[in-house]
């Protein structure tokens, strides 16, 4: 039975946050830091876990160009602003900066092979060489027929007796080799000038003994040429790819890698003949059969060389990152990233080898994120036409339902236990528009774990399917519609399945929300029956003034909750369908909604961004978790494990996936310890006062960082000096009267009051005055407790020096701590001060008068009575 507790408090314990908005990227020599351009900025993010390690700034201009020098010490950075930065690595402090590189945008840099030079070209056909370390240029070519497209370095021997050359690529279909070392009017103009492509050149690359080029171009063609140490070049053959060609590079081996539109990692010999490919991850044969435009769906854009690790990590045209071992010249799929998930509309907890998210955002891949790792591991399914739009898994998570644009259903599982990757296993078709919705069964029928899926779609039907004859382990299959039922006037957003598989709820664009009786009748092998069901409207709900979106059933209790654009969520009792709870409290339309495993508490998303959750008995928000800074359309709740506490997932428009865990319970459990504690600390500031160790309850208040048992300490001793006042007044009395002298009290002899206390604050450490003033600053903004911090101020400037509390202010602060100003603290003196001096003055005025009244009065009466006794 689901834990009834009431949930109050959630803790963010993972975020999956994009961090490659698409162009420039690189890697480092090992492949363990990332540094990709996501808008103007510059995303560092380790490769490993898909965290951000550090984000450069950028100057407010989109990147065109960035480039990670070999040895992985420098960073260079150009934007549309033309300015040129060189970052320290791993610190990424800003070394050098260039104002205008180039006269126009660079589309492509490249450092070459001793981290000493740095590439860049420019869409008007000028290629600059940079010295890294003192960033200034060092050579300018100049003859391209237009943008630069392709970079490539090759550095022989050592020395004085190296050769450097440059090989350049331009969209005018030609490759350029240039040499460094050939003097300046040699430099000027290309060694050789290569033509061999009708379009625009992609890629260039030489092998590692200088004795081959390659070019690769947007023609669907490879050039390979063989190449003399002067630079010469004579082309040995064309090779017809199959792809428009985006990268290529040559491996230690002397093979060399390219990628294309096609979609794969691709390695060839030093002849030209392909060796392997990697095959496109995950798409099986008859979906990339199926697929209507291939190079739009699965095109590689770019990929970067791993030197130390002998890797290539590729790169789509989706932002999708996935990293290959190239060792022994075979293509290993170690892992996938997702640098930019695009507006995220649905999720679902499924099974992939272990607890895994399905993701669907705006394209017509499905992501599949494993959860009991670390490293965000992420699988990529292709087979969808167009834009997914809705997910949902079976009661035992085996099974995956997406529906999409194409207007289909697909019905994903793990291909076998050795391989627990995600592949389609029936395929559903007849609706007339997009699906926008789908439920499986919620309990099993005999064998069946999920014996039908139902789906909604923009056509304003319903369709059931029967799985019955779907196997895990077979073919893809095409599932028949057992009822076609249309059931509301505008676009079905949203269904759901009762727990006992007896009714189904559906959410619409028309503001209603229906609820059907649903009958399935599963095959019988013995009778030669085929699968049957039925559908039987029951009760229209009417009460939202917008659109439902999302709807859903309570796992415990015969109720359902709705969730519309009026920014409210509906409970509906299923006895009377009246409504009998409202959740008002979100800012914008509420998008999704979803039960906790208890039933006694919801959860909600809305377009305020926004997650709340609550209890559901008395209409309160027990918690709202903000984490996103879009609408967030879709939530999933992943139940209380052994290993794991309940935990909320949120997925928004921003891309961003958060992962909220329960605290409940271990944040009550720190608040009981708290109390306790501060009962402690209680007792303990009492017996130091009652044994007037004043510094001890004083070093204690500060470290507790506790004002108001300072206030309560000093409070106390400031009415201590009035009585020490009093009692000094009575012994001068005394001693005029006796003509003797009296002994004197301490209390009223100190500034505070008490000479111990006056010690204390004159020996007070650079950070507890700050401390103290900051407190006193406080104080003298209360009338009530302003004479307090009037005389602690009177003390401090008293006791210590102008020079020491300004050093006391320009100590640094404690770890953690902020930086105190004392120009934030005079400000804040001053009026309060001026005030409370202003109303002092007004009561001295005051009782000035009352004295000379009163002196007037007592004279008023003697004359009185001196006329009365001579009467």
């Excluded at 409207?537 to 917008?546: E, F, L, Q, S, V």
Aim: with cysteine.
């Amino acid at each position: 039975m689901a834990d009834a507790r009431l949930r109050t408090s959630f803790a963010r314990v993972a975020s999956l946050q994009p961090f490659y908005s698409g162009g420039a990227a690189a890697a480092t020599a090992d492949g363990a830091l990332l540094a990709t351009s996501f808008g103007a900025d510059v995303m560092i993010t380790d490769a490993a876990t898909a965290r951000l390690v550090h984000r450069i700034p950028g100057d407010g201009e989109e990147l065109n160009a960035l480039a990670l020098a070999p040895n992985d010490a420098t960073l260079a950075v150009i934007s549309r602003s033309l300015a040129l930065r060189f970052y320290s690595v791993p610190d990424f402090a800003l070394q050098h900066s260039v104002a205008r590189a180039h006269e126009a945008p660079v589309a492509i840099m490249r450092a070459d092979p001793t981290s000493s030079l740095l590439a860049t070209g420019s869409s008007d056909g000028i290629v600059k060489v940079w010295d890294i370390a003192g960033a200034f240029c060092t050579h300018v070519f100049r003859g391209h027929g237009g943008v630069v497209s392709a970079l490539a370095w090759h550095v022989a021997g050592s020395g004085r007796k190296s050769s450097v050359f440059l090989v350049t690529g331009c969209v005018d279909g030609k490759v350029r080799v240039w040499d460094l070392r050939g003097g300046s009017e040699a430099a000027s103009r290309p060694v050789a000038v290569l033509s061999a492509h009708a379009s625009v050149v992609r890629a260039v690359g030489v092998s590692p003994d200088g004795s081959t080029l390659v070019s690769g171009a947007r023609d669907q063609t490879l050039a390979i040429w063989d190449m003399t140490p002067q630079g010469r070049c004579t082309r040995r053959k064309t090779v017809t790819a199959g792809e428009r060609i985006e990268a290529l590079g040559f491996l230690p081996s002397g093979a060399f890698w390219t990628v294309g539109s096609g979609g794969s990692l691709r390695l060839w010999d030093s002849d030209g003949s392909q060796i392997a490919a990697s095959g496109t991850p995950g798409v099986d044969a008859a979906d990339a059969a199926d697929t209507e435009d291939p190079d739009e769906l699965r095109g590689l854009t770019d990929a970067l060389y791993c030197a130390a690790a002998n890797s290539v990590v590729t790169i789509s045209a989706t932002q999708d990152l996935s990293f290959y071992s190239v060792a022994d010249d075979t293509p290993v799929l170690s892992r996938q990233l997702v640098g930019y998930n695009d507006e995220i509309v649905d999720m679902a907890l499924v099974e992939r080898g272990g607890p895994a998210l399905a993701v669907a955002s705006n394209n017509s891949q499905l992501r599949v994120y494993r959860l009991d790792t670390q490293d965000h591991d992420v699988a990529l399914l292709d087979g969808h036409r167009d834009i997914v739009l809705c997910l949902d898994a079976s009661a035992d998570r085996q099974l995956l339902a997406s529906g999409s644009k194409d207007r289909s259903v697909r019905i994903w599982a793990p291909a076998d236990s050795a391989r627990p990757e995600l592949r389609t296993i029936a395929v559903c078709e007849g609706h007339a528009e997009s699906v926008g919705a789908v439920a499986f069964a919620r309990r099993a029928v005999g064998d069946l774990v999920a014996p039908f899926v139902v789906s909604a779609s923009q056509d304003r039907t319903v369709k059931v399917w029967d799985l019955s004859a779907v196997a895990a382990d077979g073919d893809v299959a095409r599932p028949t519609s057992l009822v076609t039922l249309r059931i509301h006037d505008k676009d079905i957003n949203a269904v759901d399945i009762s727990p006992n598989n007896a009714l189904l709820l559906s959410g619409s664009q028309d503001r209603t929300a229906k609820v059907h009786a649903l009958t399935y009748n599963e095959p019988s092998r013995a009778n030669g029956h085929r699968a049957s069901a039925s559908l039987k409207h029951i009760a229209t709900c009417k009460g939202h003034k917008r659109g439902v979106w999302s709807v859903r059933f309570s796992p415990v209790e015969q109720a359902f909750a709705t969730a519309s654009s009026d920014q409210t969520v509906r409970l509906w009792s299923l006895k009377d369908f009246s409504c009998i709870r409202v959740f008002e409290g979100h800012t914008g339309g509420v998008l999704r909604v979803n039960f906790l495993p208890s039933g006694t508490q919801l959860a909600s998303s809305a377009a305020d961004g926004l997650v709340k959750v609550w209890n559901v008995r008395d209409e309160e928000c027990a918690a709202t978790l903000d984490a996103h800074e879009d609408k967030i359309w879709t939530l999933a709740v992943r139940g209380e494990t052994e290993t794991s506490p309940l935990q909320i997932i949120s997925g928004g428009a921003d891309s961003a996936i958060s992962i909220w865990a329960d605290r409940t319970a271990e944040d009550e459990a720190e608040r009981a310890a708290a109390r306790e504690e501060a009962v402690q600390r209680e007792q303990e500031f009492s017996n130091l006062l009652v044994l007037k160790d004043y510094r001890g309850a004083i070093a204690l208040a500060f470290a507790l960082d506790q004002p108001r048992r300072l206030l309560t300490l000093f409070s106390h001793v400031a009415t201590s000096r009035a009585e020490g006042d009093a009692i000094a007044s009575v012994n001068r009395l005394l001693s005029d009267a006796l003509g003797e002298a009296v002994e004197k009290s301490d209390v009223g002899s100190s500034i505070t009051g008490l000479a111990a206390i006056d010690e204390i604050v004159a020996g007070l450490s650079h950070e507890h005055l700050v401390q103290l003033l900051g407190y006193i600053r406080d104080w003298n903004a209360v009338a009530r407790t302003s004479s307090v911090a009037q005389l602690l101020l009177h003390a401090v400037v008293r006791l210590h020096s102008a020079d020491d509390i300004l050093d006391a202010f320009a100590a640094p602060p404690k770890e953690g701590a902020p930086k105190a100003n004392i120009a934030a603290v005079l400000e804040a003196l001053e009026p309060y001060t001026e005030r409370h001096f202003s109303r002092a003055d007004r009561t001295l005025v005051e009782s000035a008068m009352l004295e000379y009244t009163l002196q007037a009065m007592d004279a008023l009466g003697a004359h009185d009575m001196d006329l009365d006794m001579q009467l």
